[in-house]
């Protein structure tokens, strides 16, 4: 489930210190609009041959993927060195959104959402079949979003609150119940997934609200040639993870 919104923020919001405040229902994405354009997504998804690590940890994941030639694992390699946990905390109170927020959800409709099947629960979004994508594109960005994973989950492993924060339609930061699941670290929350673990596993406990603070730049070009590639810079519950 997603408390959803987007916003216009040109000051310090996304800073370290305030990167863990907890929003109402009503505000909960924010988002500094930038040059370039893309669609912001939420999404769901997963599947090869399932195994566990070495190390009897009990953690599982693939061998039978492609290797990362920047680190030599394998995509969602079980082998990979998983994340120290933190504990960050309980959630904060709520606290209103900067001034100049671009509201994309105000708890009552998805009008700045593109058509989708996910639909409204008690001013939430609850995640269904398909993504949710909004209305306009943007470049770079400040993002705010929550999310919960249910805390009687019954079902395959792999949809333990699985879902994920698409940047550009290329980029997904992971959304899952990592607090207790042995998932790949690729996979884990706040992974970009199938690339890079998370610097922690900042996870709370499922039925208890989760937030990313995510600070994206994209890539900027001339003549067809890349100059700037993209960056991200992740918090999870206020934890940098990336």
């Known amino acids: 489930m997603l408390r959803l919104a987007l916003a216009r923020s040109g000051g310090d919001d996304m800073q370290p210190n305030n990167a863990n405040r907890a929003m109402n229902p009503k505000s909960l994405i924010y988002l500094l609009i930038g040059a370039g354009l ?5 999404g769901r998804g997963h599947s090869a041959e399932l195994v566990f690590a070495k190390d009897g940890s009990g953690v599982y994941g693939y061998k039978d993927t492609p290797i990362l030639p920047w680190c030599g694992y394998h995509v969602h390699d079980p082998d990979r060195p998983a994340p120290p946990r933190v504990d960050p ?4 109170p709520p606290t209103p959104p900067p001034s100049d927020a671009l509201v994309l959800f105000d708890g009552r409709d998805l009008s700045k959402w593109q058509p989708t099947a996910w639909k409204l629960v008690d001013d939430c979004v609850e995640a269904t079949d398909g993504d949710l994508v909004t209305q306009d594109s ?7 979003v929550e999310w919960l994973a249910p805390a009687n989950f019954q079902g395959p492993w ?3 609150g699985n879902n994920g924060v698409f940047l550009h339609g290329l980029y997904e930061i992971q959304i899952f119940d990592s607090f207790n699941e042995k998932i790949y670290p690729d996979g884990q929350a706040a992974a970009i997934y ?5 610097l922690v596993n900042a996870c709370r406990p499922p039925g208890q609200w989760q937030s990313f603070d995510i600070i994206f730049l994209a890539p900027e070009f001339q003549d067809s040639k890349l100059v700037w590639p993209a960056r991200v810079t992740v918090f999870h519950n206020g934890v940098l993870v990336h």
């Open 38 to 42: 893309s669609v912001l997504g939420l």
């Open 194 to 198: 199938g690339q890079t673990p998370p």
């Open 138 to 144: 943007f470049g770079s960005f400040q993002l705010h």
């Open 89 to 92: 905390g309980p959630p904060l």
């Open 158 to 160: 792999y949809n333990r």
